[in-house]
T-cell receptor
């Protein structure tokens, strides 16, 4: 049973556009929701994360929107750049202290020049 | 932050053999994990490597197939035993500290079994 559902599987955005990736979770005990960015041949790297006590978190061009009642959260990449082309994974965990993450299936983002 | 080094970065192995992957963290961490990632797919947790005790395995993964060691707070190994082509995958080491909010990942080991 997949506990974190991510969509779309792939995404093509023009340079300067907005990239939006969505995730939905089932387990209401999840209390930590990070997004990871992975370039080919590299391990995932934390991009931005949010906890359920806030509805939005912004870091530079990256914003997480969180809807606790709908059990959904999304990543918005503003002014998308070719260097943002990577695979993005949403994830969730119950106890962030132990960081046992459940990952979504990933979204392959391509930002065209 | 923590920097995680994995060795080897890639290997091609014969079926029936075993490969041990090493994971070294540049600072003491509480938790270390091993994940498997099929090419183009998501990450699946294999086990949590516990320092000084047996690893905790996720459903579908067993110690005989994936023995794990963690002799200290900065080092762990994962062995893929009696390999078959189905074991071809990327294996990732991850680490975090209790109370910390970030899990760090190594660059992965790309394993091909022929």
């Amino acid at each position: 049973q997949q506990q974190v559902k991510q969509s779309p599987q792939s995404l093509i955005v023009q340079k300067g556009g907005i990239s939006i990736i969505n995730c939905a979770y089932e387990n209401t005990a999840f209390d930590y929701f990070p997004w990871y960015q992975q370039f080919p041949g590299k391990g995932p790297a934390l991009l931005i994360a949010i906890r359920p006590d806030v509805s939005e978190k912004k870091e530079g061009r990256f914003t997480i929107s969180f809807n606790k009642s709908a059990k959904q959260f999304s990543l918005h990449i503003m002014d998308s750049q070719p260097g943002d082309s990577a695979t993005y994974f949403c994830a969730a965990s119950i106890d962030s202290g132990y960081s046992t993450l459940t990952f979504g299936k990933g979204t392959m983002l391509l930002v065209s020049p | 932050s923590a920097v995680i080094s994995q060795k080897p970065s890639r290997d091609i192995c014969q079926r029936g053999t075993s490969l041990t992957i090493q994971c070294q963290v540049d600072s003491q961490v509480t938790m270390m994990f091993w994940y498997r990632q099929q090419p183009g797919q998501s990450l699946t947790l294999i086990a949590t490597a516990n320092q000084g005790s047996e690893a905790t395995y996720e459903s579908g993964f067993v110690i005989d197939k994936f023995p794990i060691s963690r002799p200290n707070l900065t080092f762990s190994t994962l062995t893929v035993s009696n390999m078959s082509p189905e074991d071809s995958s990327i294996y990732l080491c991850s680490a975090s500290s209790f109370g910390g909010t970030e899990a760090f990942f190594g660059q992965g080991t790309r394993l091909t079994v022929v």
